[in-house]
C-alpha cells in the first residue's frame, strides 16, 4: 500500500468490507475526503472485493443482491490487521492486535509451525530452480535492466567506469537460485526482489506484512577481490563453489534459516525446503514482532513511570524551596511591622524627630510593602500548600 505514515490506524478486514459495502462507493468517499476511484484503488489494495457495478441500483429496486464476500484468512507472516488513513477512524472501528500469546491458528496457519511447514511444503510440492534467465521474476528485473544498462555503456564506450556487478559463474548461479525461490514465493502468493549490497547478491522477501533479507556467501576458503572499495568473492570463481543462503535480517527466528551446499546435495535441489522455511520464517518473524512491540510497551510504560516520578520529585523540591521562601518572606514581613511598631513608638513619645505627617507615609509604604511580601497575603503560600500530582 506503499508509504505509511505515523498516524494511520489498523482495522479489521471484516470492518473494511462491511465499510465498502455500506453505501455507494460515491458516497463513502466524500465521507473519507477522496475520489471515489481512489478509494476504490485503496481498498483493491487491500484485498478487499468492493460491490458490483449496478449493486445499488438493484438494492434500490428490491431486487436480490450478492452478499458481501467473507474477509480471506490470516496467511503466514499478516498481522490480521490492515493498516489504513487516520481519515477511515471515525468510520470503522479500531482492530486490536493479536495477542502475544495467540491464538495464531486460523484456515491458512496452523497454530504449530512445525505443522505449517509441512503444509507449506506439501502445497509448493516439486520445484526447480530454470536453467537461464530468460525468463525472470519480476523483482529481479530492475537489477538485470541494470546490468544490460552497464553492457550496452560497456560496448558503445571503451572508457566506461563501471562493470557488469553479477556476469561470473557463480553470480548467475546465485540469479538463478533467487528467480526459482522468487517463483516459489510467487506460487504461495508472497513476494520477492533483489539489489546489489555493494557488489554482492541480496534478496529481499515479504511473507505476508513480514519483510526478510537473504544473504549469499561462500562456504570455504576462497579467493576474493576488491569492488568498488569493499571484499567480494572473486567473480570469476565458478558455479560449482560451495554456497549458503542465509536470513540476514531478522536474526534468531528459532526456525531454520540458513542452506548451504553439503553433503545431502545442492542448495537448488532444496529449493521447496528453503522456500517453505522463509514461510515458516515469515510467520515466526510476525509473533516475535508481537513480543517486540509488547516489549518495547513496556519500556515505555517503565520509562513513562520514571519520568513522572522524576517530575513529581522536581516538583517535590520546588515546593520545599517554595516553602523556606514563604518563611523567609513571612520573617522579613515580620521585621517590617515590627521596625514600624518601634519607630512609631518613638513618634509617639517624643524620641524621633519626625513628623507625624512624614512617619504616616512612611508607616504606609512600609506597610505596604511588608504586606506584598507576606505569603498569606500576596497568595505565593498557596503555590505550594497543596502537594504536587501530574495530570495523566
Known amino acids: ?42 481498498l483493491k489494495g487491500h484485498g478487499i472485493v468492493t460491490p458490483p457495478q449496478g449493486h445499488w441500483n438493484r438494492v434500490h429496486a428490491g431486487r436480490p443482491v450478492p452478499s458481501p464476500p467473507q474477509p480471506r484468512a490470516r496467511r503466514p507472516g499478516e498481522t490480521g490487521r490492515l493498516r489504513v488513513d487516520k481519515r477511515f477512524k ?41 536453467k537461464s534467465l530468460d525468463r525472470h521474476h519480476p523483482g529481479l528485473a530492475r537489477l538485470l535492466r541494470r546490468e544490460d544498462d552497464i553492457r550496452a555503456k560497456l560496448a558503445d564506450k571503451s572508457w566506461y567506469w563501471d562493470s557488469p556487478a553479477f556476469d561470473g559463474p557463480l553470480a548467475q548461479r546465485q540469479l538463478r537460485l533467487l528467480n526459482g ?117 513496556e519500556i515505555a510504560r517503565l520509562e513513562a513511570i520514571e519520568a513522572r516520578r522524576r517530575e513529581l520529585e522536581r516538583l517535590q523540591a520546588k ?12 520573617a522579613s514581613a515580620d521585621r517590617i511591622r515590627t521596625l514600624i511598631s518601634r519607630v512609631e513608638a518613638g513618634v509617639s513619645d517624643g524620641r524621633a524627630n519626625v513628623s507625624r505627617d512624614d512617619f504616616a507615609a512612611w508607616r504606609d509604604w512600609a506597610s505596604a510593602y511588608a504586606d506584598s511580601l507576606d505569603p498569606l497575603l500576596s497568595g505565593q503560600i498557596f503555590d505550594h500548600i497543596r502537594p504536587p500530582s501530574l495530570s495523566d
Request: hydrophobic residues 45%; negative net charge; proline residues 6%.
Open 1 to 42: 500500500m506503499g508509504w505509511y505514515r505515523h498516524d494511520d490506524v489498523h482495522v479489521s478486514p471484516q470492518g473494511l468490507i462491511d465499510f465498502a459495502w455500506s453505501a455507494p462507493m460515491r458516497d463513502l468517499a466524500a465521507k473519507i475526503g477522496i475520489s471515489d476511484v481512489g478509494l476504490k484503488k485503496l
Open 90 to 130: 471515525e468510520y470503522l472501528p479500531l482492530a486490536p492486535e493479536i495477542p502475544v500469546g495467540g491464538p495464531f491458528a486460523s484456515a491458512a496457519v496452523p497454530e504449530d509451525l512445525g505443522e505449517l511447514h509441512a503444509r507449506e511444503l506439501k502445497a509448493i510440492g516439486r520445484v526447480a530452480v530454470p
Open 181 to 297: 525461490l522468487f517463483f516459489t514465493l510467487a506460487g504461495r502468493d508472497h513476494s520477492g526482489d533483489a539489489s546489489n549490497d555493494n557488489g554482492n547478491l541480496v534478496g529481499h522477501v515479504r511473507i505476508g506484512d513480514m519483510s526478510l533479507t537473504l544473504e549469499f556467501s561462500v562456504v570455504g576458503k576462497h579467493r576474493t577481490e576488491r569492488v568498488a572499495g569493499y571484499q567480494c568473492p572473486a567473480r570469476d570463481l565458478p558455479a560449482s563453489t560451495p554456497l549458503q543462503l542465509a536470513i540476514r535480517w531478522p536474526l534468531g527466528l528459532g526456525v531454520p534459516s540458513a542452506w548451504q551446499d553439503d553433503a545431502r546435495g545442492t542448495v537448488e535441489k532444496r529449493l521447496a525446503e528453503i522456500a517453505a522455511d522463509i514461510i515458516v520464517a515469515g510467520e515466526a518473524a510476525f509473533r516475535r514482532s508481537l513480543v517486540e512491540a509488547a516489549e518495547r510497551r
Open 319 to 330: 515546593r520545599v524551596e517554595h516553602l523556606v521562601k514563604s518563611g523567609d518572606m513571612l
